[in-house]
């Protein structure tokens, strides 16, 4: 716990994945809803930037003093980097924009608070 200017911060470790499964958790990506749940997103990795990427969801619903498990929503499949997570919130809409190897854009919607997550749909010439 940290104190600033007479405030009381309260600060929890938001990464408890086993390090066995990835060493290494980058990247997050946070939103707050209307209904006070709060969303993070990130990278999991294997090892470097160019390794096997996959991106997991957590979800609060005490304002951020706990975290559900950890679930993928966007899967590298053993192969690629899922990378570059953006969230957005919109209602019980969630948004998730990434990236696939650096070099194409994905998009996948969660029409339950994040529940489950629609077919991936490539949005890469959006921005040629």
């Known amino acids: 716990m940290k104190i600033i200017s007479n405030e009381i911060i309260e600060t929890s470790r938001l990464y408890s994945d ?75 809409k969630l948004i998730l924009i990434y990236c696939e190897n650096y070099k194409r854009v994905f998009m996948t919607v969660s029409n339950d608070c994040g529940n489950t997550w629609s077919v991936r749909t490539e949005l890469t010439d959006t921005f040629d």
């Open 18 to 92: 086993n390090p066995t499964d990835y060493p290494f958790c980058r990247i997050p990506a946070l939103v707050a809803t209307k209904n006070g749940l709060i969303y993070m997103c990130y990278e999991c990795r294997q090892a470097s930037d160019w390794s096997v990427i996959d991106i997991a969801l957590r979800r609060s619903d005490n304002g951020g003093k706990t975290w559900s498990g950890r679930r993928i929503i966007a899967d590298g499949k053993g192969r690629n980097a899922c990378n570059n997570p953006t969230l957005l919130a919109d209602g019980n």
